[in-house]
């Protein structure tokens, strides 16, 4: 069965420091990938999302991802974090021939200022 | 707006008591998702809808859950008999469906924070 995981259920770093957020995936297939955030008490909202027509890929906020097949990693980083991206992300993945997502478990990230 | 509209966005009830828990998703979108969230958790799959097509509900936890569609726009989880391990936000999600391609994002409402006492 597929599977997301997201190494690290709280993740701190420095404003300004480079932000890393894993991600891994488990299908023979790759899959379509997704990063989203949520902030307190609302939504998800989508920060990027992959779907082969390039490895790495650009979203809102500065945040960029790599798909990784041989790694079968698709991990979010940011070179310079902000106070204001302190939020919860979640790596979410669909493969072919379905419409569910399987989630991951989400990361917390925190911004020390 | 032109988001996807959940109510109401708090909920309090006694245990053993329904609940209905309304999604109004963007115009166009054919595809419903409802998911559930608990403390600490990811997103658990509860069901989706496809167009006029049968809804997936294999992710609906017990026979005390149930939604519908009408019209193909909004939705409606009910929740009968409602338990205290009840006690989560549900989401609600939309997207343009399978049927342009699976890799149409989903867009979420802010959810219902639902919590039995």
């Known amino acids: 069965a597929q599977s997301v995981t997201q190494l690290g259920s709280h993740v701190s770093v420095s404003e300004g420091a480079l932000v890393l957020l894993r991600c891994n995936y488990s299908?023979?297939?790759?899959?379509?990938l997704f990063w989203y955030v949520q902030y307190p008490n609302q939504g998800l909202q989508l920060l990027l999302k992959?779907?082969?027509?390039?490895?790495l890929v650009k979203g809102i906020n500065g945040f960029e991802a790599e798909f990784k097949k041989s790694e079968t990693s698709f991990h979010l980083t940011k070179p310079s974090a902000h106070m204001s991206d302190a939020a919860e992300y979640f790596c979410a993945a669909s493969t072919s021939g379905t419409y569910k997502y399987i989630f991951g478990t989400g990361t917390r990230l925190k911004v020390l200022a | 707006g032109a988001g996807v509209s959940q109510s109401p966005s708090n909920k309090v009830t006694e245990k053993g008591k329904d609940v209905e828990l309304r999604c109004d998703p963007i115009s166009g979108h054919t595809a419903l998702y409802w998911y559930r969230q608990s403390l600490g958790q990811g997103l658990e799959f509860l069901i989706y809808?496809?167009?006029?097509?049968?809804?997936?509900k294999s992710g609906l936890p017990s026979d005390r859950f149930s939604a519908e569609r009408t019209g193909g726009s909004v939705s409606t989880l009910t929740i009968q008999r409602t338990q205290q391990e009840d006690s989560a936000v549900y989401l609600c999600a939309s997207s343009l469906g399978a049927l342009e391609g699976l890799d149409q994002p989903q867009h979420f409402g802010d959810g219902t924070r639902l919590s039995i006492l």
């Open positions: 299908s023979s297939v790759p899959p379509y």
């Open positions: 992959y779907t082969s027509a390039a490895t």
């Open positions: 809808f496809q167009g006029n097509s049968a809804p997936d």
